[in-house]
């Protein structure tokens, strides 16, 4: 059998068996199903939320991580397109260490003084690029002062009743969500998923909030009219 003989059987063969062809490209295609244990896990105790008739994310950070620094700009873009019946809410962590609680108690602030939206970015920014600790009081008063924020102002809010209140609020909430690492995303006080969870450093932020899309519609399907509980 000549060699151009035997290239035209194989061709007739591959074209008689086109699943052959089309495997590789079906497995690249098929959609994303993420694992309970492997991309997400179940809290065991399912937490209250804020936002009744909402699906509720809570944003697990703390300014000072790398990986949440690494996360920040698909995260925001992400929470930009949510719809109308999830509420987003940031939620920082500092693990009961008094080294890192300056850094929640400037979310705090920010938060009473409605300025999260505004400024929550910057003070990443500030600690990663400009490389400021944020510990000193009056290091992050000039760092709001830059940002049109009056230094009496900032410090007789940051030194509040009501943002120590928050902060410990706070606190409450990541203990018991069982938060054991930044950034990690909480998905209607039942689900917790991360970067970690989802694959190598490539494409984990992408896969995590492919996740959290999954988590997220899954909630609103059985919450959907005529779903048992």
């Known amino acids: 059998m000549s060699h151009l003989q035997r290239r035209r059987e194989l061709t007739l063969a591959l074209c008689a068996a086109p699943a052959l062809l089309a495997t590789p490209a079906l497995r690249a295609q098929a959609p994303f199903v993420p694992e309970e244990g492997t991309n997400y896990n179940v809290v065991p105790r399912p937490q209250p939320t804020d936002a009744p008739g909402k699906v509720e994310v809570l ?25 109308a019946d999830v509420a987003y809410k940031h939620a920082p962590v500092d693990f009961g260490d008094r080294g890192r609680e300056p850094h929640s108690r400037i979310y705090a602030t920010l938060q009473a003084l409605g300025k999260v939206e505004e400024l929550h970015v910057k003070v990443f920014e500030a600690y990663h690029i400009q490389h400021k600790r944020l510990v000193d009081p009056d290091e992050v008063a000039n760092l709001m002062l830059a940002n049109g924020i009056a230094r009496d102002q900032w410090l007789a809010t940051y030194n509040s009743f009501s943002v120590a209140n928050l902060v410990n609020r706070e606190r409450l909430t990541f203990q018991n969500y069982g938060v054991d690492g930044t950034p990690m995303l909480g998905i209607d006080g039942r689900f917790l998923t991360a970067p970690s969870m989802n694959g190598n450093q490539a494409n984990a932020n992408r896969a995590t909030l492919a996740t959290a899309d999954y988590l997220i519609d899954r909630v609103r399907h059985e919450r959907a009219p005529g779903k048992k509980s």
């Open 59 to 83: 944003d697990f950070f703390w300014y000072g991580c790398p990986h949440c620094f690494a996360f920040l700009p698909d995260l925001e873009a992400w929470r930009k397109r949510l719809p």
